[in-house]
């Protein structure tokens, strides 16, 4: 069972950066496409970016051109650097396996991102 844990949120302000972290505890984490999700107070989880094992990488809309996904098979994690934040960002952001590639484990604890002044 692969157990995920999130790092690197924080308090930002607007147009700020931050780089998120996802270390995994299985190997069997390198052959599988891989997400960020994001929950907003209220609302639901979200796609936010993908991966594949190859490192061909997908975006929702609303981050593209701001936010980059990558992943260190050797050291079974996954990062996204967020920039250009936006108060909108705002919210818990979670990893797991990509939607179809495989079921999703667990959820993890998810690391707070606040866009704020």
């Known amino acids: 069972q692969v157990q995920l844990v999130e790092s690197g949120g924080g308090l930002v302000q607007p147009g700020g950066s931050l780089r998120l972290s996802c270390a995994a505890s299985?190997?069997?984490?390198?052959?599988?496409?891989m997400a960020w999700y994001r929950q907003a107070p209220g609302k639901q989880r979200e796609l936010v970016a993908g991966?594949?094992?190859?490192?061909?990488?997908n975006y929702v809309d609303s981050v593209k051109g701001r936010f980059t996904i990558s992943r260190d098979n050797a050291k079974k994690t996954m990062y996204l650097q967020m920039s250009s934040l936006k108060a909108e960002d705002t919210a818990v952001y979670y990893c797991n396996a990509a939607p179809g590639s495989r079921p999703l484990w667990p959820w993890g604890q998810g690391t707070q991102v606040t866009v704020s002044s």
């Open positions: 991966i594949t094992s190859g490192g061909i990488t």
């Open positions: 299985g190997s069997i984490f390198t052959i599988y496409a």
